[in-house]
Structure formats: structure tokens, C-alpha cells
């Protein structure tokens, strides 16, 4: 799959709460090959400092060229990002690793934890565009509190599947874990799941699934410096006492073949 470096112009910045944003970059030919589950590796600054790229999964994607990227503010790098204006360049890279298998003919169960969230638009979108109808899927969302979900909610909406939400502090939806969600309810026969959040609740949906026969695809988060497999910095224990490197066979597994960092 063709892999792009470009300089992408901000077309917008969102602030969605304290530290959640969402950011909008022209950035044509990524955008025209990036498949849900892909990240894009950002330079934050043309300069030198922050050196390294940042890795960002890809929110959504638009047929105008654009793309866009889900993020809280962690550390100078993010920082930089939530401060850029309309117009700035910045170096992008991608899209890379392994995105989400879909299956037109298999019902959905689309889960998204925290940050988690951020890959499952473009999963939700590209899910209904391959389906004649997506009326039998359902998304469960969750988050800490209702001003971190509630922001996106109209977009996940659109699609017209089922949409279920779950926060910690009981302010938007189920007030718990998406797992509990998971757990009160008749998932779709012959369904697929495909997750992305914390790795506890990765864990717990993975858990469900195993004792329900239902096939679940998530996606995980790891540190990268390349993007590439150059690095090794992404290095994780799979099954079998092997070592799978997120950047390059992820960052999308079958849930079945990972060891959990629990």
C-alpha cells in the first residue's frame, strides 16, 4: 500500500473540551488511500524540537482530501498541535500499519473507550458505505464524562446504527464501562466486534466475545518513533512467546492472537 509524506495545511482546529481536540489537515493523497484502523505520523513543528513524530489514528477521512485527528493534550507535542492556526503546514506521513477487516455481510458491534473513540468514525463511516444497509449495527461509546462524548455524538448519528454511550461518572448514557453495556445487552447474531481503548477494556470486550464465539478485532496504542518497524519501539508480546511490532502488523490483531498487558 502507497505510503506519502506531506505538508498538510490546517484547515481547522476544534476544541472540544479541556483537553480533547480534533484537527483537520488538507492532505489529498492520504486521504485518498487511508482505510479505517491507519494512523498518520505528524511532525508537530517544521523545526527541530519536538524532533520525533507523533503517531495519530486517523478520525475520518473527506473526499475533498482531507483527514482529520482525534487527540488530548499529553505533553509538548500535542501541545503544539492544539495551538496550531489555519493555514500552518505540517509534515505528515502515512497512512501506515494494518487497518480494521470489514465483512458488507456480518453485522457490526463498533466499541470505542477514551481516546479510543478516534478511529471508530472512520471505521462507522466506511462500515456503512460498504453495506447495503447498517440498521442491524450498534456502536457503544464511552468516556469519563459526558464532555468528552458528547461533542461527537451527531457525527456517529449520522450513519443511522444504533448508538449506545456509557461514562464514569454517569453524566451521559450507561454510568459505567462500555463492557457492562456489553454485557447487558443481545449482541447481533453472526456479529463482528471491533474495539479500540484502554487496554483493560479492550481486555474486558475481548473477554465477552471469547465466551459468546464472537470474532473481535481491536486496535492497539503503543509508544512509536518511526512508524516503520525501523525502531522497535512498538514491540509487544503476541501469542506463542513471539514479539509483533504494532507499527507494521498492527495496528489492528484479531484480539485472539495478542497477550494482555493486564
Same mark, same amino acid.
Given at each position: 500500500?502507497?505510503?506519502?509524506?506531506?505538508?498538510?495545511?490546517?484547515?481547522?482546529?476544534?476544541?472540544?473540551?479541556?483537553?480533547?481536540?480534533?484537527?483537520?489537515?488538507?492532505?489529498?493523497?492520504?486521504?485518498?488511500?487511508?482505510?479505517?484502523?491507519?494512523?498518520?505520523?505528524?511532525?508537530?513543528?517544521?523545526?527541530?524540537?519536538?524532533?520525533?513524530?507523533?503517531?495519530?489514528?486517523?478520525?475520518?477521512?473527506?473526499?475533498?482530501?482531507?483527514?482529520?485527528?482525534?487527540?488530548?493534550?499529553?505533553?509538548?507535542?500535542?501541545?503544539?498541535?492544539?495551538?496550531?492556526?489555519?493555514?500552518?503546514?505540517?509534515?505528515?506521513?502515512?497512512?501506515?500499519?494494518?487497518?480494521?477487516?470489514?465483512?458488507?455481510?456480518? %453485522?457490526?458491534?463498533?466499541?470505542?473507550?477514551?481516546? =479510543?473513540?478516534? @478511529? &471508530?468514525? *472512520?471505521?462507522?463511516? #466506511?462500515? /456503512? $458505505?460498504?453495506?447495503?444497509?447498517?440498521?442491524?449495527?450498534?456502536?457503544?461509546?464511552?468516556?469519563?464524562?459526558?464532555?468528552?462524548?458528547?461533542?461527537?455524538?451527531?457525527?456517529?448519528?449520522?450513519?443511522?446504527?444504533?448508538?449506545?454511550?456509557?461514562?464514569?461518572?454517569?453524566?451521559?448514557?450507561?454510568?459505567?464501562?462500555?463492557?457492562?453495556?456489553?454485557?447487558?445487552?443481545?449482541? %447481533?447474531?453472526?456479529?463482528?466486534?471491533?474495539?479500540? =481503548?484502554?487496554? @483493560? &477494556?479492550? *481486555?474486558?470486550?475481548? #473477554?465477552? /466475545? $471469547?465466551?459468546?464465539?464472537?470474532?473481535?478485532?481491536?486496535?492497539?496504542?503503543?509508544?512509536?518513533?518511526?512508524?516503520?518497524?525501523?525502531?522497535?519501539?512498538?514491540?509487544?508480546?503476541?501469542?506463542?512467546?513471539?514479539?509483533?511490532?504494532?507499527?507494521?502488523?498492527?495496528?489492528?490483531?484479531?484480539?485472539?492472537?495478542?497477550?494482555?498487558?493486564?
Amino acid at each position: 500500500m502507497s505510503q506519502y509524506q506531506e505538508k498538510a495545511t490546517v484547515a481547522r482546529v476544534e476544541q472540544f473540551s479541556a483537553t480533547n481536540y480534533r484537527l483537520t489537515l488538507d492532505c489529498p493523497l492520504i486521504a485518498e488511500s487511508a482505510k479505517p484502523g491507519q494512523f498518520v505520523m505528524i511532525r508537530t513543528s517544521m523545526g527541530k524540537d519536538p524532533l520525533l513524530r507523533r503517531p495519530f489514528s486517523i478520525h475520518q477521512t473527506s473526499k475533498g482530501g482531507r483527514i482529520q485527528i482525534y487527540f488530548k493534550v499529553v505533553g509538548r507535542g500535542t501541545d503544539i498541535l492544539a495551538h496550531v492556526r489555519n493555514g500552518e503546514e505540517l509534515s505528515v506521513f502515512g497512512p501506515l500499519g494494518k487497518g480494521f477487516r470489514l465483512n458488507p455481510l456480518a %453485522p457490526s458491534v463498533i466499541v470505542g473507550g477514551g481516546l =479510543g473513540i478516534a @478511529p &471508530m468514525l *472512520f471505521l462507522a463511516k #466506511e462500515n /456503512c $458505505r460498504v453495506k447495503k444497509s447498517c440498521a442491524d449495527d450498534l456502536i457503544v461509546l464511552g468516556a469519563r464524562q459526558k464532555s468528552e462524548l458528547a461533542p461527537l455524538l451527531d457525527d456517529f448519528r449520522q450513519f443511522g446504527q444504533r448508538l449506545l454511550t456509557a461514562t464514569d461518572d454517569g453524566s451521559l448514557g450507561h454510568h459505567g464501562f462500555v463492557t457492562e453495556v456489553l454485557q447487558s445487552i443481545e449482541m %447481533p447474531l453472526g456479529c463482528i466486534v471491533y474495539a479500540c =481503548g484502554p487496554e @483493560p &477494556m479492550m *481486555f474486558g470486550v475481548n #473477554e465477552i /466475545c $471469547r465466551a459468546q464465539g464472537i470474532p473481535c478485532q481491536v486496535s492497539v496504542e503503543s509508544v512509536m518513533a518511526c512508524g516503520m518497524g525501523a525502531c522497535l519501539g512498538c514491540s509487544r508480546p503476541a501469542k506463542n512467546g513471539t514479539y509483533t511490532h504494532v507499527c507494521l502488523n498492527g495496528p489492528v490483531y484479531d484480539a485472539e492472537d495478542l497477550l494482555w498487558n493486564i
